[in-house]
DNA sequence: GTAATAGGTCAAATATATTGACCTGTTGAC
DNA sequence: GTCAACAGGTCAATATATTTGACCTATTAC
């Protein structure tokens, strides 16, 4: 027998994540506007924060971007003094990101509307749902290939 | 006192929204380049299929775009025979929006990719982790103003 | 009869990303 | 020491997306 129930849950569970996201993203977008940025900025600052001290590279991999598309953006970044670039002792053709300290109060900025958003989610739902939800995201993270 | 912990979790969530949302898309995405179609066509595919005999004032409401952006891919899709178009009988203003059997068709290839993801990952996860997932992705739905 | 609505289109501007080609400087293998 | 490989950067051409603004046709509502 064809499960159309099932078939239900499915479109609605594509639909959430559809809407979520968009949400998810709706606030930070707006601030980064005001500044002339997008969200690309927002993903570079966010990942050279997360790790700090990689290379150009280690970012691109990341991103999974051109070098071409990252390039705009983070000259930007580093020309608004957000992001500042040292040299690899070891290896002197590795360029060696990190934020600057306003580059970091920026990008807390912009982390805390999406923390608020997801604590006062996390809160609201279930106990056990916060924990659901990120099995379910690792899970779907890992079927990177 | 700072709760690091609690900032590396939330860290960690932001982290696999991002993730998880590119490999959700990534599949479909790839069927649709062949076709020379995008995910701006796929969302389409999949509102016109969940809101049948729809307007084009809904569809716009919808995906939340301009109409000149909605536009283009719209008359691909339509020049394409994948979507059609009859006229609201009351109102004859309103441009009703359907599949044609082969819209559907390639709607149901695009949509079970993401079917089958989110069954695969909905089955190994812990039997719990599927309510909560929809839960919280439902509240974040719901902050939509 | 006139204003509002649903939809469509042209145009200009802007943004985003891609591929390809080519450049500098550095490292590593031999 | 030479030379290939690598990390990073840049120019150019192209394609694609999306926006705002202006303006158009039908149709409907008052």
């Known amino acids: 027998m064809i499960d159309l129930n ?3 849950q499915m479109h609605e569970a594509i639909r959430l994540f559809y809407f979520s996201y968009r949400v998810f ?12 940025l997008n ?3 927002h993903r570079i600052l966010y990942f050279v924060d997360q790790n700090s001290e990689g290379s150009v590279g280690d970012l691109l991999k990341t991103l999974a971007i051109s070098k071409q598309a990252l390039n705009t953006p983070l000259r930007q970044l580093i020309s ?5 670039t040292s040299q690899n002792k070891q290896d ?14 920026l990008n807390s900025m912009l982390t805390a509307t999406q923390f608020e958003l997801l604590n006062s989610v996390f809160e ?9 939800w990120k099995e379910i995201m690792q899970l779907i993270t ?3 290939k």
Not at 26 to 36: C, I, N, T, Y
Not at 80 to 84: A, D, K, P, Q, T
């Open 124 to 132: 609201s739902a279930e106990p056990a749902a916060e924990n659901g």
């Open 80 to 84: 608004m003094g957000l992001v500042e």
């Open 92 to 105: 002197k053709r590795i360029k060696i990101l990190q934020l600057t300290q306003s580059g970091s109060q």
């Open 6 to 8: 099932k078939t239900q």
């Open 25 to 36: 993203t709706e606030r930070a977008d707006q601030l980064l506007d005001k500044r002339g």
């Open 142 to 144: 890992n079927l990177e």
């Open 39 to 41: 969200r690309a900025h």
